[in-house]
């Protein structure tokens, strides 16, 4: 079964500080993953993709992620974390079965939490 | 580009009546659009494939006569929660696949939140 999995519910990071939130998954074939993020009562904002290429993908607002297909990992990384980057936290995979409409798989979302 | 709006943005209905959230692409179309239910801190749970011009697909465990979904148009999906009940309150996110993108990009739009009392 294809899957997404975020271990850990909440990241708490100091200002300043880098950040990780970790994504890990489970597909078919060859991924399309996606990260997005969300802020309280908003709808999701695409952050970055990785469909080929560089394993190393750079997206909005300095984010970053790392597609590791050994450790089927994709963790989304920021050298210099802002208390504004507070929010939740989204890994995706496209569902790669046909025929599925290239439907999204989710992960449960990681909240992330930047002190000053 | 690529700007997924929803209307109403917050609503809150009576038990019993039926509410009707929009969702359009503004600036592409898009014959697939998704329907998603978020409850508070949790992950997007998918409700239904919305196909233009032909029949939803629905997840399992979703009703279909519940959750009332039209395409008419391939800037336009429409759901409707008939005979709505407390337990339907929620965050409805919709969002739409950008036609002849090679690998099928998603815009989301920014949510409804359902209240019913």
């Known amino acids: 079964a294809q899957s997404v999995a975020q271990p850990e519910d909440q990241v708490n990071v100091a200002e300043g500080n880098p950040l990780t939130v970790k994504c890990t998954y489970s597909?078919?074939?060859?991924?399309?993953l996606f990260w997005y993020v969300q802020y309280p009562n908003r709808g999701l904002q695409f952050l970055l993709k990785y469909i080929t290429g560089d394993n190393l993908v750079k997206g909005s607002y300095g984010f970053e992620a790392e597609f590791n297909k050994s450790q089927t990992s994709f963790h989304l990384k920021k050298p210099s974390a802002l208390v504004s980057d507070s929010a939740l936290y989204f890994c995706a995979v496209r569902d790669m079965i046909y025929n599925q409409g290239g439907k999204l798989i989710f992960g449960q979302g990681t909240e992330l939490s930047v002190k000053p | 580009g690529a700007v997924v709006s929803q209307h109403p943005s917050r609503v809150i209905c009576k038990s019993g009546t039926s509410v009707k959230i929009e969702c359009r692409s503004l600036?592409?179309?898009?014959?697939?659009m998704f329907w998603y239910r978020q409850f508070p801190k949790q992950s997007l749970m998918l409700m239904a494939t919305s196909n233009e011009g032909s029949k939803a697909t629905y997840e399992q465990g979703v009703e279909k006569d519940k959750f009332l979904i039209n395409h008419a148009s391939l800037t336009l999906s429409t759901l409707t929660v008939t005979s709505a009940h407390p337990e339907d309150s929620s965050f409805y996110i919709c969002?739409?696949?950008?036609?002849?993108?090679?690998?099928?990009?998603?815009?989301f739009g920014p949510g409804t939140r359902l209240t019913v009392l």
């Open positions: 969002s739409a696949k950008r036609d002849w993108s090679s690998y099928n990009e998603q815009f």
């Open positions: 600036d592409f179309q898009a014959t697939t």
């Open positions: 597909v078919s074939g060859n991924p399309y």
